[in-house]
Structure formats: C-alpha cells, structure tokens
C-alpha cells in the first residue's frame, strides 16, 4: 500500500502544484478552488477512461486496415491519442461547477489547462508503475521527463481548446467555433509525441526538443492568461 501511495504522490502533487501556478496566474476575480478541482478530477478520471476507449476503438479499426506495427504505432501516438485524448479532457469546462465560473476570455484557458494536468497525473501514475520494472534510475529520469514535459504538455494543449469554448460561450458562438482551437490543441499534442517518440531525430535530441516545446507553450499559455486579465483581447 506504501508503494502505491508514494507513487500516487509522486504523479499527482506536482500536477496539483502546476494547476494551482497556472490558476493563480490570474491577479484579478481568480478562479474558485472547487472549480479548479471538478475540472482537475475529470481529467483525472472521466477524460481517461473515454479517451482509452476511444483510442482502442479506433486502434483497432487501424490495426485492421494496416498490418506494419511501425506504421500502427506512428498512428496511435502522433494521430489517434492527441485526438481522443484533446476530446475528451476539455469536456470538463461543460460541468455545470466549472461552466457558471467562466466569466472571462482567460477563464477557459486556466479550467482546460486545470483539465489537462488531471488527466497527465492519472497517466503519469500508470507510466510510473511500468517504469520502475526498468530500475530505479531509469524510473527517475523518465518520471522527471513525464513530469515536466508531460504535464505542461497536457496543460498548454487543453487550454487551447479551453480558450475556444470560453470564447464561444461568453460570446453566445456556436460550437463550430472551438473547433480551430480544437485542430490547435490536436497539432500541439501531435508534435510533442511525435519529437519525443520516434528516433529519426535522435533520442536525446528529441526529449531536449519535447521538453523545450512543452515549457515554450506553457509560456505562452500563462502570457495570454496575463495579458487577458489585464484586459488583452485574444490569442493571435
């Protein structure tokens, strides 16, 4: 039980510390804590086990339209998991808890980024359960890449989406709106996997490049939370 605990803390407090740095962003009419932890949860939780459905569904409509593993794999992760996964996660902001608090342009950015780092702490506690059967220091150096990159990763990519939905709820949009910031998301989430999965650009290279993408986008993301708050209009 000890085991499990150790590393439920170590995949989930600095998730929570990120979600309460992005959160606290804000200087003026910051979010409500409950808010901040309904879409944390669902990330955790809800956005997981639909976007593992989702991707073994259509992983297996690939797998039996394409027989190469390689090509297979390429898929899943550079196609299959950034779209389900960038589906389900901002799926959060529609709760009722978390739909009532988005009052302003950069609120849907901090409840899509609070939504996205649940979900990387729930697959980072999975990733940290197969790491340690290859050693204790492979189990540090891989959890320490999953906990920088991943987690800012999820982060940056759901605000995205969560940017969209706000806007188009609070300017009474359709939901063919979010859609552009949905490709957004799907295209940031792609790129990460993509550099940080595959060799042809070398491994090592491609995590500095992952890591570097991931905390440049987490930049970005808390520099439009900030000039959102004081009263800037949008992304561009």
């Not at 959160?23 to 409950?34: A, M, Q, V």
């Not at 259509?58 to 039996?64: D, F, T």
């Not at 739909?99 to 780092?117: H, S």
């Not at 969560?162 to 709106?177: D, P, T």
């Amino acid at each position: 039980m000890l085991y499990y605990i150790i590393l439920f803390i170590i995949a989930f407090a600095p998730a929570a510390i990120y979600a309460i740095w992005i959160r606290n962003t804000e200087k003026y009419e910051r979010e409500p804590w409950g808010a901040i932890a309904i879409a944390f949860l669902w990330g955790a939780s809800i956005a997981i086990i639909a976007s593992l459905i989702l991707e073994i569904i259509l992983g297996i409509s690939v797998a039996s339209s394409i027989k190469d593993y390689n090509i297979q794999s390429f898929i899943l992760a550079v196609i299959i998991a950034p779209f389900a996964e960038e589906l389900t996660k901002p799926m959060a902001l529609s709760l009722r808890g978390v739909r009532k608090e988005i009052n302003e342009l950069e609120d849907g950015i901090i409840y899509g980024a609070a939504a996205g780092l649940g979900f990387s702490a729930t697959e980072n506690l999975l990733y940290s359960i197969n790491f340690l059967s290859y050693g204790l220091l492979v189990f540090i150096i891989l959890v320490s890449i999953r906990t920088i990159g991943g987690c800012l990763l999820h982060a940056s990519a759901t605000a995205f989406t969560g940017y969209g939905y706000g806007k188009a709820l609070l300017y009474g949009e359709g939901v063919a709106k979010v859609f552009p910031y949905f490709i957004a998301a799907i295209a940031v989430h792609s790129f990460y996997n993509f550099v940080l999965s595959f060799e042809m650009i070398g491994g090592l290279v491609g995590v500095a490049i992952a890591l570097l993408f991931a905390i440049t986008c987490i930049k970005f993301v808390r520099r439009k939370i900030m000039e959102l708050d004081l009263g800037g209009q949008s992304f561009r």
